[in-house]
């Protein structure tokens, strides 16, 4: 994955364990990447390693780091990076969530050698909907939940998941029902 995935795991890191924790899970992840470049491409194993050191050293499921860093990412690397395309996805979560399924489309302009998730909904109520998650990657459906409440938080909606199917294939394909009321 680029490189701005996994600098967002060391800021992640950073401002809630500090510096040391960090070096300490670089070194415990075996990865020996100095620093991350954004606009560079990695190994998605080096994503994969440090979210499962991580785990290790707050004795906690790699599901849990990844909702944290699903949220995180919506609210911190998103917001601050990204704060105009967030924007231009719709100005509440329904909208931002019907335009899903094109969003990583403009996220390719930046980022040509992009492997995307891709997403699709159906059962489109006025407060839930089905998410289709597709991947080629495997393990990151709690991505996708800390995702979802990480996107609650930044249109003020609270928002809940709750797993329906796994399609068994080749790649990822999971339906997840999303189910939000505005604050
Ligand atoms: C805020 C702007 C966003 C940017 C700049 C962005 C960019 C990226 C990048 C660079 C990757 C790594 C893939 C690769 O390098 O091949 C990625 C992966 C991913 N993104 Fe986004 N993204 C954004 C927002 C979102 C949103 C809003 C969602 C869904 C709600 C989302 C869902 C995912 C998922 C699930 C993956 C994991 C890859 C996979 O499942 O195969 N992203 N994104």
Known sequence: MYGIVNKSIEELVLANYGQEKWED???KSNINIEYFISSESYDDDVTYQ???TIAKELNVSVDDVLRL???WWILHTGKNH???MLESGGD??????????SFHNRV???????????FKVTNVEDRSLHLHYFSKRKGLTAFVYG???GLGKFFNTNVTTQHLESIQGENTHEIIKVVWKIQ
């Open 25 to 27: 899970i670089k070194s």
């Open 50 to 52: 440090l979210a499962g």
């Open 69 to 71: 860093f699903g949220e």
């Open 82 to 84: 990204y704060g105009y």
């Open 92 to 101: 509440n979560f329904r909208t931002f969530m019907l335009n899903l399924p």
């Open 108 to 118: 390719m302009m930046m980022y040509p050698k992009l492997t995307p998730p891709e």
């Open 147 to 149: 995702l979802m409440t």
